[in-house]
Structures are given as structure tokens and as C-alpha cells.
């Protein structure tokens, strides 16, 4: 196993987690989308596991092997763990003091305006503490604010003197979480002993070559910093893409340009395309903005700013190509509505604010997503909801793409052109950017002049 450290906080032996260590039970706090996950992943490592939860819905859900949002292998492995007796889920916060580990996996409630919710999120850990043993380590993955594990730290050893904090970033990403929490480059592990990162080490091992240890303050600061920076890449790309529209340039091309120079990393994601949905990054944005000096808060706020304009960007520009018709006769066909491929959820869904918009502006609006759950939408569906995505496209003037889905990737062009009325596609994320179109479509995407 290699390993590295940032200097400050204690080094990671090398000997600790041998191959073939016995499993352990382990107690997972929190059973929304990081908890489920992280449930399927500790269970594929050969863990056993106790699972808790306040909320009597979150834990008949998982009892029942359904996963609160879609991913792929979460409930194969959730319903084959109830059966074999590896994983019980409990109601009663007593039945985290039979474990010595427990993986703190709340989803951090973001509002409209991507404030997380902290004050709920440190109830829920007062909530466990005094059914913390003296001798657990608390793995918190939850999105905390910087200094949030610091002071959870001193709240839990006040009342159980040799527990200790653990802060291990999440890398979860909508669509494939299970692989990427089975797959990760490198572990980032906070913690102010090394007695902390060998129990995280032990737990881990099954699936980790390489571990970066830190203190808990700066694997707070690094889970904000990889956030904000895929945030600004989005804003940057999509900034850039405005441009090159407006003056006949390829943001293909630019993009080679910018990663031909050495300082620019080739894996850098800069790509153009919608503004980033969700409230996970915009929530880093938030609490960097709060905590940072005058100058360095407005910088946060204002990539934040920017994204957020971006979707009448894109409204406005499928006004623009629907300009030929009379806007209360136009009809545009959407395929793809949730947040990303790969899930249900409709949670902060740029596509979805999309939409509503559109609907707003009096379009007529019919949209296809193999995956989405409407029962998330609050309030009335404000467009038509298609169950074929040739059906949908009967006499639609212009066919958007927004969710990549990969049963979009090769359409049966024919059966689409012959259902249109008009012929304009617009490619909202470059899907279909490199295979190309058949000739008889009008083809656009964002950052091509």
C-alpha cells in the first residue's frame, strides 16, 4: 500500500489492514443515498453491518432492499445481505454500542439557495453520542463544513474519553456510485491519531492502494477545494463556450489548444455543456464564500452566480432556435430530465429547471427519461411526460438532449426524422458531437460556432 502525508498529522503505517484480515461489523449512521451506498460497499468488502437510521421511513425502505435512489447494484446487494443475515437495520440508536466502527453517512440537507443545513446534521451526531463505545472510531463521510469534525471531535471525547474522529471524503458520483466507491485512485484520510487512520486502514483495505493522511481540518478544506474546483471548470468551459459561439470558434479545438500547454492537465474536466446540477457543489461554494476572506468569498459566490445564470443561457438559446414558429405553436421534444444518467432523482435537476422554464415561457413541452421518479416533483408537472422517446418527437419542431442516457447514444434517426415536423437538434451536452447526425438535421451543441 503506498502512502503519503501533507506534513501536519500523523504518518499511515504500512503494516496495518493485512490481507486477509477477518471482516468486522460496522455500524453505518445515516441511510439515504451515502448510506446505502456505503452499506453495498462495506457488504461487497466482506463486512457485516449494522445499520441505523432516526427516520422510520429511511429504515423500512432499506428492510425492504430498496435503495432511496437508483443505483446500479445497490439493491442486489442490499436484499441478498437481508437474506444471508449480514445486514440488519435498526430504529434504536443502542444498537450502535455492539461496534467499534461506525461510518457517519448522512446527506447533508442543502437548501434552494445550496446552504447546507449544519445545525440538523450535528443533531443527528449528538443524537449517537452517547451510544458511541469508548473504544469506537467514527468514520464521518457526511459533507461537513470545515471545522465541523474538530469540534465533533472534542463533543465525543468528553463523553467517551478513547473514541475518536475519523473525516474520509465521499467520491460519490450519481449513476455509478457503487463502482466508484469500490474503484477510488487514492483514500484521503483526516484524523488527529494514528491509532484513527489504522482502524480506517483495517476497514478499507479490501479495496485501497494508496492512502493521503492529513489532519481533519485539511480533509474538510480538500473535500470543499475538489468540489469548488470541478465547479469553476464547468463555469470556466461554459464561459468560454459563450465566446466562441458568438465568434465562430470550436471549443473542441480550444480545448486542445488549452490542454497542448504542460501546466494544464489533460484529465482536467472542462467540458461544455449545462450549468452543474445539484446542491453538492454549489454547497462547497457556499461554505468557502462564508468562511473565506472579503476578496476570496466573492470569488465562490460569483463562479455560484455564474452557473446559476446559465440556465436561461441555455432556455434562451432553445428560444433562439425555435424562432422561425410562433412560440405557442412550437413543440420541442426533451430526452433525458433527471439530474444524471444512471438515476432517478430529479432533486436540484438543472434539466428540470430547464423545463419548468420552458413550460413558463408557454412551449409546449414533451419529455422522455427512462429512470426519472416524478413523485419528487413538488407541485404540479408542468410539461408532458412520454413513455417513448420516438413518441414524443410526433411533429416537435426541435429535439433537445439534457441526461445522457445511454440508450440515447444510437437513436433510430430515421423513425425520428419521419415523426418530426421540424429538423433541429440541439445536443445540449456534445453526445452526439463526435459520431454526427444524418445530413437531413439542423445539429447544434453548446460551444460550437
Request: net charge negative; aromatic share 6%.
Amino acid at each position: 500500500m503506498k502512502a503519503s502525508s501533507g506534513g501536519e498529522g500523523p504518518q499511515t503505517s504500512l503494516s496495518a489492514g493485512v490481507k486477509g484480515a477477518a471482516p468486522l461489523q460496522i455500524g453505518v449512521v445515516g441511510l439515504w443515498h451515502l448510506g446505502s451506498v456505503t452499506i453495498a460497499g462495506l457488504l461487497r468488502m466482506g463486512h457485516s453491518v449494522v445499520a441505523y437510521d432516526f427516520d422510520s421511513k429511511a429504515v423500512d425502505s432499506i428492510r425492504s432492499g430498496a435503495e432511496p435512489v437508483s443505483e446500479p447494484g445497490v439493491g442486489e446487494v442490499l436484499r441478498e445481505a437481508i437474506s444471508e443475515g449480514t445486514l440488519t437495520i435498526e430504529r434504536d440508536a443502542r444498537s450502535l454500542s455492539a461496534v467499534s466502527v461506525i461510518c457517519f453517512t448522512y446527506d447533508t440537507p442543502v437548501s434552494s439557495d445550496d446552504e447546507p443545513d449544519a445545525d440538523w446534521l450535528e443533531s443527528r451526531f449528538l443524537d449517537i453520542v452517547p451510544f458511541v463505545r469508548s473504544d469506537a472510531t467514527v468514520i464521518v463521510s457526511s459533507q461537513t463544513i470545515i471545522g465541523t469534525c474538530g469540534r465533533w471531535r472534542c463533543l465525543l471525547r468528553s463523553a467517551s474519553s478513547s473514541a475518536d474522529i475519523v473525516y474520509m471524503p465521499e467520491n460519490l458520483r450519481l449513476g455509478s456510485a457503487l463502482t466508484g466507491m469500490m474503484s477510488p485512485r487514492d483514500l484521503i484520510i483526516g484524523a488527529e491519531s494514528q491509532s484513527a487512520i489504522d482502524v480506517v486502514v483495517k476497514v478499507f483495505e479490501p479495496i485501497v492502494s494508496s492512502v493521503i493522511t492529513m489532519n481533519l481540518a485539511s480533509a474538510e478544506l480538500s473535500k470543499h477545494a475538489i468540489n469548488s474546483y470541478l465547479a469553476m471548470s464547468v463555469v470556466f468551459a461554459n464561459s468560454l463556450a459563450g465566446i466562441a459561439e458568438n465568434h465562430g470558434a470550436s471549443m473542441k479545438d480550444v480545448l486542445l489548444g488549452l490542454r497542448s500547454d504542460d501546466r494544464v492537465s489533460p484529465r482536467a474536466p472542462m467540458r461544455p455543456g449545462l450549468p452543474f446540477s445539484g446542491g453538492t457543489l454549489g454547497r462547497d461554494l457556499r461554505s468557502l464564500e462564508q468562511r473565506g476572506a472579503k476578496s476570496s468569498g466573492s470569488f465562490f459566490s460569483r463562479i455560484l452566480e455564474i452557473n446559476n445564470a446559465g440556465v436561461e443561457d441555455v432556455v434562451e438559446r432553445i428560444q433562439q432556435l425555435s424562432a422561425g414558429h410562433r412560440q405557442d405553436q412550437v413543440k420541442i421534444a426533451v430526452w433525458g430530465v433527471t439530474y444524471k444518467p444512471g438515476t432517478s432523482t430529479l432533486r436540484r435537476s438543472i434539466p428540470m429547471q430547464i423545463m419548468n422554464s420552458l413550460s413558463d415561457k408557454k412551449l409546449a413541452v414533451s419529455v422522455f427519461d427512462p429512470g426519472a421518479d416524478y413523485s419528487e416533483v413538488e407541485g404540479e408537472v408542468k410539461f408532458e411526460i412520454g413513455n417513448d422517446p420516438i413518441e414524443i418527437c410526433c411533429d416537435a419542431d426541435v429535439l433537445v438532449l439534457l441526461t445522457g442516457w445511454d440508450q440515447f447514444r444510437s437513436p433510430a434517426w430515421g423513425e425520428v426524422a419521419q415523426a418530426m415536423r421540424g429538423n433541429i437538434i440541439f445536443d445540449a451536452i456534445g453526445l452526439w458531437a463526435e459520431s454526427g447526425l444524418p445530413d437531413e438535421f439542423d445539429y447544434h451543441t453548446i460551444g460550437e460556432g
